[in-house]
């Protein structure tokens, strides 16, 4: 089973300001990532699949990177509407998630 | 509109059995891939099942054996049929489309299982 690692399990930012969240696969899973929006008693909301590509919907200011291992999500000028918990998810060999990242307000 | 509103949760003992519904609207269920998720309390999800569009279908360890997914083509409805529950299968469990290759797009609002004596 791949292993998802997400760092740091709770990044404390300002609005308006950027925020890095990274995730880390135990093997390569090429470029089959994925990250999620999860808000309280909410389904998790697709925002990138591809490792960088937008879900439909989803603001420019999300924006994916990385492949094989190492992979960061970016939110460039953070909004109230974005402190949530984060996932990210690997597809490429079966389905595993990491264990969440909590951005919350700073 | 593409909707999932996943219905059949509810408290059941240990060693018992529990069928959860998926309805689908607004796409053809039987054209996608349709995956099971589960959510424990304060814990990242967990992959649970998927049925291909062909048919074919696949478990996670901690639940072959005890669990079956299944669809009615003529209902547009996924299931997954729980038994032998154990206390670590307590969790809110999602439905989700996906495409082929793809993550899962479109999510339920889940139903809460919950075992216990």
């Known amino acids: 089973e791949i292993v998802m690692t997400q760092s740091p399990a709770t990044l404390s930012v300002s609005p308006g300001e950027r925020a890095t969240l990274s995730c880390r696969a135990s093997?390569?899973?090429?470029?089959?990532l994925a990250w999620y929006q999860q808000k309280p008693g909410q389904a998790p909301r697709l925002l990138i699949y591809g490792a960088s590509t937008r879900a439909t919907g989803i603001p420019a200011r999300f924006s994916g990177s990385g492949s094989g291992t190492e992979f960061t999500l970016t939110i460039s000028s953070l909004q109230s509407e974005d402190f949530a918990v984060y996932y990210c998810?690997?597809?490429?060999?079966?389905?595993?998630f990491g264990q969440g990242t909590r951005l919350e307000i700073k | 509109e593409v909707q999932l509103v996943e219905s059949g949760g509810g408290l059941v003992q240990p060693g018992g059995s529990l069928r959860l519904s998926c309805a689908a609207s607004g796409f053809i269920v039987s054209r996608n891939y349709m995956s099971w998720v589960r959510q424990a309390p304060g814990k990242g999800p967990e992959w649970v099942s998927v049925?291909?569009?062909?048919?074919?279908?696949y478990y996670a360890d901690s639940v072959k054996g005890r669990f079956t997914i299944s669809r009615d083509n003529s209902k547009n409805t996924l299931y997954i049929q729980m038994n032998s529950l154990r206390a670590e299968d307590t969790a809110v469990y999602y439905c989700?489309?996906?495409?082929?290759?793809?993550?899962?797009?479109?999510w339920g609002k889940g139903t809460k299982v919950t075992v216990s004596s």
């Open positions: 989700a489309r996906q495409w082929f290759g793809e993550p899962p797009d479109v």
């Open positions: 998810q690997q597809y490429n060999n079966w389905y595993t």
């Open positions: 093997q390569s899973v090429r470029s089959n």
């Open positions: 049925i291909y569009s062909g048919g074919s279908t």
